[in-house]
């Protein structure tokens, strides 16, 4: 099993930003394509931000032109930038991985973290 932890969550207003990281305990970790999701109270899971071994990313069309994924193979670790934040984006961010394409459905990934929370204030 892979542990994935996600971290860098909080409580900023309206146009700020932040940093997400999603470390893991897998020494291969560079291998894996690593994702981001969201979930806000009463909604679905949704995808954020993806990225594979060759480091080509995906993201959705909702956080498009603030968002960016990126990763560090040597650090185990891939990170979300999270920049102009609205309250929309408010939500449980969770980090998930597994060896396949990028995939926006949450079904295709076998290990996920266990969230961070980020809300933001208008």
């Known amino acids: 099993q892979v542990q994935l932890v996600e971290s860098g969550g909080g409580l900023v207003q309206a146009g700020d930003s932040l940093r997400l990281s999603c470390a893991a305990s897998?020494?291969?970790?560079?291998?894996?394509?690593v994702a981001w999701f969201r979930q806000a109270p009463g909604k679905e899971r949704e995808f954020v931000a993806g990225?594979?071994?060759?480091?080509?990313?995906v993201v959705a069309d909702s956080v498009k032109g603030r968002f960016t994924i990126s990763r560090v193979n040597a650090k185990s670790t891939v990170y979300l930038q999270m920049n102009n934040l609205k309250p929309e984006d408010t939500a449980i961010y969770y980090c998930?991985?597994?060896?396949?394409?990028?995939?926006?459905?949450?079904?295709?990934?076998?290990?996920w973290g266990q969230g961070t929370q980020v809300t933001i204030s208008s």
């Open positions: 990225i594979n071994r060759n480091e080509d990313s």
């Open positions: 998930a991985a597994n060896l396949a394409f990028i995939s926006r459905r949450s079904g295709e990934y076998r290990y």
């Open positions: 897998e020494r291969a970790f560079g291998s894996y394509t």
